[in-house]
T-cell receptor, first 112, second 113 residues
């Protein structure tokens, strides 16, 4: 079953902790993206990667980090430096420069 | 860089009526405009898209129109059904240069039975 998978679906974090959100795809897509979704603000780009071992900051990268050691995987770490991390996080992938982006089912992160 | 605005932010229609959502973009180099539908708690999914060399595209009850001169594009849903209730996002990108998508803020559509 091909697709893009995010885990976990729900995640709770204590203040001061780092947490890592998983994103895996078996679509053989070159490009992968992380978006943050807040009510009324649409999708804001956190980080993106067009090729293995390379990634670029998006519009709201502060307090986040990523890695792209494998084509299939693009994990996002929400660090303690992110002051307002409670949000819905979406991962996406695409054949770079083509059309449709495919989204994961999202991870809802809550700081407790 | 590209900026995409979307209106209205919320839209309620009676079942069977039409719904129209409008987006404007700022970068005249953008050449690809997709629309995504996100049902509650689910992932966004592409429902229709249009390239800049086309003025209109239709797929059953859904259509998209593009006005390059005015830099706006619209989603039209006819004969709305309760299952059309969702958040709809527009986006713009220059695919020739692999530019990242810039998304609008979304429109929450409610179809009332």
């Amino acid at each position: 079953d091909g697709g893009i998978t995010q885990s976990p679906k729900y995640l709770f974090r204590k203040e001061g902790q780092n947490v890592t959100l998983s994103c895996e795809q078996n679509l053989n897509h070159d490009a992968m993206y992380w978006y943050r979704q807040d009510p009324g603000q649409g999708l804001r780009l956190i980080y993106y990667s067009q090729i293995v071992n390379d990634f670029q900051k998006g519009d709201i990268a502060e307090g986040y980090s990523v890695s792209r050691e494998k084509k299939e995987s693009f994990p996002l770490t929400v660090t303690s430096a992110q002051k307002n991390p409670t949000a819905f996080y979406l991962c996406a992938s695409e054949i770079f420069g083509h059309t449709e982006a495919f989204f994961g089912q999202g991870t809802r992160l809550t700081v407790v | 860089g590209e900026n995409v605005e979307q209106h209205p932010s919320t839209l309620s229609v009676q079942e069977g009526d039409s719904a129209v959502i409008k987006c404007t973009y700022s970068d005249s180099a953008s050449n690809y405009f997709p629309w995504y539908k996100q049902e509650l708690g689910k992932r966004p999914q592409l429902i229709i898209d249009i390239r800049s060399n086309v003025g209109e595209k239709k797929d059953q009850r859904i259509a998209v129109t593009l006005n390059k001169t005015a830099k706006h594009f619209s989603l039209h849903i006819t004969e709305t059904q309760p299952e059309d209730s969702a958040v709809y996002f527009c986006a713009a990108s220059n695919r020739n240069y692999g530019q990242n998508f810039v998304f609008g803020p979304g429109t929450r559509l409610s179809v009332l039975p």
